[in-house]
């Protein structure tokens, strides 16, 4: 079949939709209060994030000499404006939003935000002394005129822009002053009013400065003053293969982002035209480029009311994951895996069981050595803890650290630094490729021999994101897969060319072509009339070879089930081309993260778990690992109550329609609520009640795992 643009989606504009499902959480009413403001705090943060990459990446483009469309048909200049007009919409959504239900609700639980002019007495005291004593002493009032430029602005930084009237040899002048507000790691962006109940009362530092113009500016008159917010590229340019020390070039790139081109200016609903005009001119944007705010500015620093122990009535009910059943009991770690592999599903079983498989490693005086990759490690003290003590015990220990895992550049530097101090062999990933696999290798003298240990994984080494994360862990120690394993690291420290794999399939590698002959197998069963599934699970599908191959299957006569949390270029539901293909996100309270393919493959089912999702950039741009999942038990694990409950999701889950919108999973007349975040964490917890309603509900409902046989063609 001849490819046809308007069989995909834009990339840019599906993000929007995912990032519309985060905005739809915080509008959910069955949601928490605090749970809502979250959601409301992390569409912004998503969108700070779009804009510094995807957006600035459009106005790069769009400044090119070369003119392409994209995979969904659109050039630069047109996705630009498609963006431009669901970005307004839903910055209008989200702050009306803020200002007509979450203002209101957070105060009738006590937690409200005062406008500085409006307190009494003992607060308007109390705040005076604060902003003598904590604030003024670290502002900064720069006056623009031709002496003074308008100043370099850091990204994402909040400032006040101020216009005022001087008088110099007997004239009157209008001029500009802008007042950067401290970064949130000098002074809060919340300032707490003291109170002697439970109560939480803030004012917004922004305010609080504003009301103290004069003192910045004196012998001025302020006519008025408003915030605004600069938002920058933050792509790093680095040519690996010109630079000398990969770590240098990374440091200076980072100071760089700092000061990026800019690509949206965010200001106050009532700043005069005349003044944002300017503000635009300075920074040479267009009107495009501008966003009026009815609301605070960088909502970000709104998680502040969310942090802490205190109103857990507002907040979603506690959980606290159990160790996993293989692990429990205090049995030795490598014993277990010795004699099956184990399967754990973060964040309803513990994420400890790694902490304790890397620090067993660490200690245990029969290992020899422990290679790790480190992404997003978070510097976590028990995970590089682990490695520094392996060093101290005499194990040989090497960590790849990714220099360039976006916006954790300054993280993973840090700690890479100390990892070599204390010894360890730090591999900096390799020239032109993200290393983004997550493996770690233990080599350990047992009684029989030399055996290696092997932890592969969908998510980071970090313990915080575990807890917030859906992801899947596989503990082995098959030989295939250590052989595998060890190979891998050879090829990431060493010199060597790629030698294949026994078992994992390796990006750049193996993997696409790989993923490909699965996809094309399932037809061929199709068209033979043998039993034919694929259910795929992933964070995004982007990739045009993997979706022709799906369009391909579906006309076959594939059943095709994807669930695809945020970006899904492909199209369900189009006639002669995807019928047989349904798409549906979840997101609810943990951010779904694991990748599980799992193709029926004639009756006798392969299941590969991943650190990829079906991207361009994870198949030819990073190495990656997917791993099969080859015992018969885990398959059935993965397939009946892992997969099985997100399909059967009808609260959280979301199908998306042919013309890239989404629409909440229908229940059909009769079912149970079924949230499968939620029976995931009451099945963690052994809670039989839901086993119970699980049972009912599957004899009461269409069976969603019969085999399909297709008619041969």
């Given amino acids: 079949m001849k490819f046809n643009a308007s069989h995909f989606l834009s990339r840019e504009l599906s993000w929007l939709e995912f990032n519309q499902r985060v905005l739809d959480e915080a509008l959910d009413a069955r949601n928490p209060l605090l749970e809502r403001v979250k959601f409301f705090c992390i569409t912004s943060s998503n969108l700070d994030e779009f804009f510094e990459v995807r957006v600035a990446g459009l106005k790069q483009q769009i400044e090119s000499e070369v003119v392409e469309r994209s995979m969904d048909g659109n050039t630069a200049s047109e996705t630009f404006r498609a963006v431009r007009k669901r970005v307004v919409a839903m910055v209008e959504q989200q702050y009306r939003l803020w200002r007509e239900q979450l203002v209101p609700a957070l105060e009738k639980e006590g937690i409200v935000f005062h406008d500085p002019h409006r307190l009494s007495p003992r607060d308007t005291a109390f705040i005076e002394d604060y902003y003598q004593t904590q604030v003024r002493p670290v502002l900064t009032p720069l006056g623009i005129d031709p002496s003074h430029p308008f100043p370099q602005l850091l990204n994402k930084s909040l400032n006040i822009v101020v216009s005022l009237d001087i008088e110099q040899n007997g004239e009157v002048e209008r001029r500009l002053g802008v007042v950067q507000v401290p970064r949130a790691l000098v002074l809060p962006r919340l300032v707490w009013l003291p109170r002697e109940d439970e109560s939480h009362e803030y004012v917004f530092l922004g305010s609080l400065i504003g009301t103290h113009l004069a003192d910045l500016f004196p012998g001025t008159r302020i006519l ?8 920058r590229n933050s792509e790093l340019y680095i040519d690996e293969e010109d630079a000398g020390n990969l770590l240098k070039a990374v440091e200076a790139e980072l100071h760089n982002r700092r000061r990026g081109a800019a690509v949206r200016l965010e200001v106050d609903h009532d700043c005069p035209p005349e003044i944002t005009n300017q503000l635009l001119e300075t920074l040479e944007l267009t009107g495009d480029d501008l966003y009026a705010i009815d609301g605070p500015l960088n909502p970000t620093r709104l998680m502040a009311i969310y942090e802490g122990d205190h109103s857990p009535e507002l907040r979603d009910r506690p959980f606290v994951a159990p160790i996993g059943a293989a692990f429990r009991g205090g049995t030795d770690i490598f014993s277990v895996i010795r004699q099956r592999d184990v399967l754990l599903h973060h964040p309803y079983e513990s994420y400890a069981s790694v902490v304790d498989f890397l620090e067993a490693a660490a200690a245990d005086p029969h290992v020899l050595a422990i290679k790790q990759t480190l992404y997003r490690s978070g510097g976590d003290a028990r995970i590089v803890g682990a490695l520094m003590n392996a060093v101290k015990n005499g194990k040989q220990v090497t960590a790849v650290t990714e220099l360039k895992a976006r916006f ?15 010894g360890v062999h730090v591999i900096y990933g390799i020239v032109n490729h993200k290393v983004h696999a997550k493996i770690a290798l233990v080599v350990r003298r047992d009684d029989d021999g030399l ?13 915080g994101t575990a807890r917030l994360y859906t992801d899947l862990s596989l503990f082995t120690a098959k030989p295939d897969f250590g052989e595998d394993a060890t190979n891998l690291f050879n090829l990431l420290t060493g010199l060597g060319t790629f030698q294949g794999a026994r078992k994992m399939l390796i990006a750049p590698f193996t993997a696409h072509d790989a993923m490909l002959k699965c996809i094309e197998r399932e037809s061929a069963n199709a068209r033979a009339g043998q039993p034919t599934r694929i259910i795929a699970k992933m964070n995004a599908l982007v990739d045009r070879e993997i979706i022709e191959a799906l369009y391909r299957a ?3 006569g594939v059943k095709i089930d994807l669930i695809v949390r945020g970006i ?21 309270r943990f951010l779904e993260h694991s990748r599980i393919f799992w193709f029926q493959n004639g ?30 038990a885990l398959q059935r694990r993965i397939f009946e109550q892992i997969l099985g409950t997100h399909l059967a999701d009808n609260t959280k889950a979301s199908i998306l329609k042919p013309d890239g919108a989404y629409a909440h999973a229908a229940r059909t007349k009769g079912s149970s609520p079924r949230d499968s975040q939620d029976e995931f964490m009451s099945l963690a917890l052994g809670e039989e009640r839901v086993r119970g309603r699980q049972r009912a509900a599957r004899q009461s409902e269409p069976v969603k795992f019969e085999i399909v046989r297709s008619p041969a063609a």
Avoid at 224 to 231: L, N
Avoid at 451 to 463: F, K
């Fill in 408 to 422: 954790d550049e300054a993280n993973n530097i840090l700690w890479a630094r100390k990892l070599e101090e204390a």
């Fill in 451 to 463: 055996r290696r240990y092997v932890h592969l994984a969908t998510g980071n080494y970090n313990p």
């Fill in 568 to 588: 899904c270029c492909l199209k369900p539901g189009v006639e002669g081309v995807s019928e047989n293909i349904c798409v549906r996100s979840i997101v609810g």
């Fill in 224 to 231: 008025g003053w408003w915030h605004f917010r600069v938002t």
């Fill in 554 to 556: 579906s006309r076959a």
């Fill in 603 to 632: 009756g006798q089912p392969q299941v590969f778990v991943s650190s990829a999702d079906w991207m361009p950039r994870n198949f030819f741009r990073r190495v990656e690992t997917i791993f099969p999942i080859e015992e018969p």
